[in-house]
Each structure stands twice: as structure tokens, then as C-alpha cells.
Nanobody, 123 residues
């Protein structure tokens, strides 16, 4: 069983910061790519960021480059999304996802999903 649980969402003013956390309950965590996606009301779910097994390779959506940072702590089965300089258009439910076992970031399949955490950025 692989479970993914996000936390850390909330309400913040434009220009502020939030740090999201995601815990993946899998002993094989270090052999799974991890990623973040988001979905705003009435819109398609979109890619935000992904990180490799060892945390040394990352990819970001153009809309968040320079503002968001994905990282991971394999000792604690946790991935983070540090969000700085937040904008109202960042408002969305943010989802954390884990890959199937053995897939790294360039073959990410978003196999396991969390329930999401709401991020609201006021103008």
C-alpha cells in the first residue's frame, strides 16, 4: 500500500510564502520520483514540479520557476514545496504524487495521489 498525504496549505497574501509537505508511506520512497500538481476551480490539473530519487534533479512549470522549490528528505519519506512570491493565480488545490516503483523523474507516471491541500492567495 502506498499512501500520500499533503499538508501545509492555507490563506496567504500576494507576495507571501507557504511551505507544503507531503508524506509518502512507502518503504521504497527513495526509488520513487515525487511531484506536485495543482488544480484551480474549473481548470485542468497542471504540472508544478517533479524531483528525482536522490533530489539532485528537478523540473518546474514555467509559471513557477524562480519562485517555487521542490525538495525531498528520504530519511523521513517527505517531499516539500517551498512557495515564495505567491500570486493570486497560484490559488489552487495542490496535490502530491508518487511514481510507480523504479520510475525516476524523467519517467514520472503520477501513480499515487494525495487528497490535496488548498492554497489561497489573496490580492
Amino acid at each position: 500500500q502506498v499512501h500520500v498525504v499533503e499538508s501545509g496549505g492555507g490563506l496567504v497574501q500576494a507576495g507571501g510564502s507557504l511551505r507544503l509537505s507531503c508524506v509518502c508511506s512507502a518503504g521504497t520512497f527513495s526509488s520513487r520520483a515525487m511531484g506536485w500538481l495543482r488544480q484551480a476551480p474549473g481548470k485542468e490539473r497542471e504540472f508544478v514540479a517533479v524531483i528525482s530519487w536522490n533530489g539532485d534533479s528537478t523540473k518546474y512549470a514555467d509559471s513557477v520557476k524562480g519562485r517555487f522549490t521542490i525538495s525531498r528528505d528520504n530519511a523521513n519519506n517527505t517531499v516539500f514545496l517551498q512557495m515564495n512570491s505567491l500570486k493570486p493565480e497560484d490559488t489552487a488545490v495542490y496535490y502530491c504524487a508518487a511514481s510507480s516503483y523504479g520510475r525516476d523523474y524523467d519517467a514520472m507516471d503520477y501513480r499515487y495521489w494525495g487528497q490535496g491541500t488548498q492554497v489561497t492567495v489573496s490580492s
